[in-house]
């Protein structure tokens, strides 16, 4: 079957870096996203990896590695607004999206 | 710009009686469209997806049915909900960003 893994759970303060790691098993994958989500709100698109590597935006940067099926986000000076539950989504064909069950990530004072 | 609209926000049914979600896209033309699940405090789970008017793929078996009458409409449709149908319905777009669809606001069903 097809399944992704991340923390259940983070916490970190206030300024400080974060990274929410992502392990995947999938069939036809063709990169991964990562997602975030507030209480009670809908996903909001945060990043793609279609290549290894990194990529940055902003606060923001998301890495893969296909040979190692792993991909992490990483978010620097975090603020209080960053609170949210974050997750990673394999890519299918069709672009269809397999969801990680996510990561709820606590920032605190 | 894209908008994608989702009705209605909340629901509370009963056990037994039938159910049916629109989602709307609004500036783009034949997009891929998407309904997903998530249970409290879980991931989403892809129930449909549809690259046109008519066409609609099925990836989990369960109550549920999805219907494309247009092609910016997309229908989540039961005709006997179950409590296990309980969930936030989510709406999505594939977007022409590789690797980011756009969701909508979604709705919470509660069936009791």
């Known amino acids: 079957g097809q399944s992704l893994e991340q923390p259940s759970e983070v916490t970190a303060v206030e300024g400080a870096i974060v990274q929410i790691n992502c392990t995947y098993q999938?069939?036809?994958?063709?990169?991964l996203s990562w997602y975030q989500q507030h209480d009670g709100g809908a996903p909001t698109f945060l990043s793609y990896n279609g290549l290894d590597g990194l990529e940055e935006t902003g606060r923001f940067s998301s890495f893969l590695s296909r040979s190692d099926s792993y991909g992490y986000l990483l978010l620097q000076e975090l603020q209080m607004k960053d609170s949210a539950s974050y997750f990673c989504a394999a890519n299918n064909q069709g672009g269809k999206l397999i969801f990680g069950q996510g990561t709820e990530l606590s920032v605190k004072p | 710009s894209q908008t994608i609209h989702q009705w209605p926000a909340t629901l509370v049914q009963p056990v037994g009686s039938p159910l049916s979600l629109e989602c709307t896209v609004e500036g783009t033309s034949n997009p891929n469209l998407y309904w997903y699940r998530q249970a409290a405090g879980r991931g989403l789970q892809l129930l449909f997806y549809s690259v046109g008017i008519g066409q609609i793929s099925s990836e989990v078996p369960q109550n549920l049915s999805a219907s494309r009458p247009q092609d910016r409409q997309f229908i989540l449709s039961s005709k006997k909900l179950l409590l296990s149908d309980s969930g936030f319905y989510l709406c999505?777009?594939?977007?022409?960003?590789?690797?980011?669809?756009?969701f909508g606001p979604g709705t919470r069903l509660t069936v009791l």
């Open positions: 999938t069939s036809g994958f063709y990169g």
């Open positions: 999505a777009w594939r977007g022409p960003p590789v690797g980011e669809q756009f």
